[in-house]
């Protein structure tokens, strides 16, 4: 599967973004995905994840109650919406599907980034 973030750009703090990642391929229904960032000499770290069907959802405590993941399968497509952006949400953001049993283990296809920078 290949996937293609979109979405990102410069925001005042307070603002919104929302992010979308569209995948190739009949089987993205089949997949659990994951929104990743990767913040200037940090890390990547899992963000928010949506399970296959969507019954599971997971979000790093740094953004619950400020962003949302979803899915449409219909247009192989996951978003990622962002609210109240802080200046330390500013990271470079990936797209990731799991392909695996699992729930929020490895991920097997990843996209390239998209870059959200929020000014303070």
């Known amino acids: 599967v290949q996937l293609q973030a979109s979405g990102g750009g410069l925001v005042q703090a307070g603002g919104s973004l929302r992010l979308s990642c569209a995948a190739s391929g009949r089987t993205f229904k089949t997949y659990n995905m994951g929104w990743f960032r990767q913040a200037p000499g940090k890390e990547h770290e899992l963000t928010a994840a949506?399970?296959?069907?969507?019954?599971?959802?997971y979000y790093a405590d740094s953004v619950k109650g400020r962003f949302t993941i979803s899915r449409d399968d219909a247009k192989n497509t996951v978003y990622l919406q962002m609210n109240s952006l802080k200046p330390e949400d500013t990271a470079v953001y990936y797209c990731a599907a799991e392909a695996g049993s699992g729930w929020l283990s490895e991920h097997d296809y990843w996209g390239l980034g998209t870059l959200v920078t929020v000014s303070s």
């Open positions: 949506i399970s296959r069907g969507g019954g599971m959802l």
